[in-house]
């Protein structure tokens, strides 16, 4: 049986899986998966359509960028140093103010709640790119039209399968006992109102103005949140198919620079399934990797310990012939 150790690194922060356990968890109903719908595609509508959105009425202004960018920043750090390198694997340990504001952070970027994701993420390092893993694109094949129903799959196609979950008691039970971060999952769908509401009333009070308030919204709720949604699947798809393999992995996780300022570090993905318990991604020199500096920022600070850095002697074990 497949356990949720990865061979060649190292992956304490993981749990193994214990008895027969299965893998998926309950199919969702269909209040829960009309809300993924609603949750993916109402922002994506808006992402397509902020270009000619723009163009033609002009409606952006400085206090929508301002915002945009500054809870896209909030939002995509609370994923990647919250919920998958603290949460998922353990890289350091927060203090509890730390711990609790990168919760709720990351389920600000409405990528589902904490236990959930941090449960889909472990089950797809312990199956990655096999049968099993809950979005790998090569599951259907090395043609060309099955290279695009796996990029479709892995990008965002797993989350529309009500069947598709992953089973929370096996793959989590270190975050279920953990009552902070229990609380702040059942509070989901109040981090998510506020995800979209704030910028709103943000850009509503800086401007005076109702349609200072309306455009916030457009752009720095709806819009900032699909490109997140984005940036993030993009690791799951793009990061699994293209890119530099310089690292020994047992999938095929790739490097693709492109995507390392937008997802946070997140698309040095070869690196991180080499030693999924690093807490630095972007090894190598000039590496861009913001959520390893903010890790960085807050260990000198005192607020987090035990990080677990890269060493050279690690690196280079793990180095690809």
């Known amino acids: 049986m497949a356990t949720l150790t990865q061979t060649g690194s190292t992956s304490a922060a993981i749990p193994a899986a214990k008895g ?11 209040g829960r998966q009309s809300l993924v719908y609603l949750f993916l595609l109402v922002p994506m509508a808006a992402l397509a359509a902020a270009v000619p959105f723009a163009w033609t009425t002009g409606l952006l202004s400085w206090t929508d960028i301002a915002l945009s960018v500054g809870f896209y920043l909030l939002t995509l750090h609370g994923v990647t140093v919250g919920y998958h390198r603290l949460f998922t694997h353990g890289s350091f340990k927060p203090n509890r103010a730390v711990k609790i504001t990168l919760a709720i952070l990351g389920s600000m970027s409405v990528q589902g709640p904490l236990i959930t994701w941090v449960a889909d993420h472990r089950r797809h390092h312990a199956f990655s790119d096999k049968e099993g893993d809950p979005h790998s694109p090569w599951l259907y094949g090395t043609s ?32 279920r006992r953990d009552r902070d971060l229990v609380m702040i999952d059942k509070l989901f769908w109040v981090w998510t109102v506020a995800t979209f509401f704030l910028p709103a009333i943000l850009g509503g009070l800086i401007t005076m103005s109702w349609m200072g308030a309306l455009t916030a919204f457009f752009w720095a709720s709806l819009v900032r949140v699909s490109a997140l949604h984005h940036a993030t699947w993009s690791t799951n798809s793009i ?8 690292f020994k992995s047992r999938d095929k996780a790739a490097n693709f620079w492109p995507l390392a300022l937008l997802s946070g570090g997140e698309s040095w993905h070869n690196s991180h399934h080499a030693d999924q318990t690093w807490a630095r991604h972007g090894v190598k020199r000039g590496q861009i990797d913001t959520s390893a500096r903010i890790i960085r920022i807050m260990e000198q600070a005192g607020w987090v310990t035990d990080v677990k850095w890269p060493t050279p002697e690690r690196v280079a074990k793990l180095t690809a012939d």
């Open 20 to 30: 027969p356990k299965p893998i998926h968890g309950d199919v969702r109903d269909v």
């Open 144 to 175: 060309a039209l099955a290279m695009s129903k796996g990029f479709w799959y892995a990008h965002m196609g797993w989350m529309f399968e009500a069947r598709n979950t992953t089973n929370e008691e096996r793959f989590a039970p270190d975050l």
């Open 239 to 246: 990061c699994h198919m293209i890119g530099e393999r310089p």
